[in-house]
């Protein structure tokens, strides 16, 4: 995490008997004391064409306002800076069966 956003790294690997391609999703949750957000947020998405057996390398990028909420009483956008952000990458829309998942601290 820096101050211009975040970056999920990872790798794909295409286990399958097919080619294929891969959509993995992320979503983040945000501090328990940010209480304004549902619990998974969805942050991006990336597509790639992986054959039988492959690795690759993959990311998502996502800018600094994905990491900022709305406040309502102060009627504008905070960036989250204390606490920790989980991060989820999951292959089928749903963070309850992520893939991946890891915390970051908030500070950059």
Same mark, same amino acid.
């Given at each position: 995490?820096?101050?211009? @956003?975040?970056?999920?790294? *990872? +790798?794909?690997?295409?286990?399958?008997?097919?080619? @294929?391609?891969?959509? #993995?999703?992320? *979503?983040?949750?945000?501090?328990?004391?940010?209480?304004?957000?549902?619990?998974?947020? *969805?942050?991006?998405?990336?597509?790639?064409?992986?054959?039988?057996?492959?690795? !690759?390398?993959?990311?998502?990028?996502?800018?600094?306002?994905?990491?900022?909420?709305?406040?309502?009483? +102060?009627?504008?956008?905070?960036?989250?800076? !204390?606490?920790?952000?989980?991060?989820?990458?999951?292959?089928? @829309?749903? #963070?309850?069966?992520?893939?991946?998942?890891?915390?970051?601290?908030?500070?950059?």
């Amino acid at each position: 995490m820096t101050k211009e @956003g975040l970056i999920a790294e *990872f +790798k794909i690997t295409n286990i399958g008997s097919f080619s @294929g391609s891969a959509i #993995p999703m992320m *979503f983040l949750t945000f501090p328990e004391n940010i209480r304004e957000y549902p619990k998974y947020i *969805f942050k991006g998405f990336e597509k790639i064409d992986v054959d039988i057996g492959e690795t !690759k390398n993959m990311s998502i990028i996502t800018d600094a306002h994905a990491l900022s909420y709305f406040n309502v009483e +102060k009627n504008e956008y905070i960036r989250v800076d !204390k606490g920790k952000i989980k991060v989820y990458i999951a292959e089928n @829309g749903n #963070p309850d069966e992520a893939k991946l998942e890891t915390e970051i601290d908030c500070q950059y």
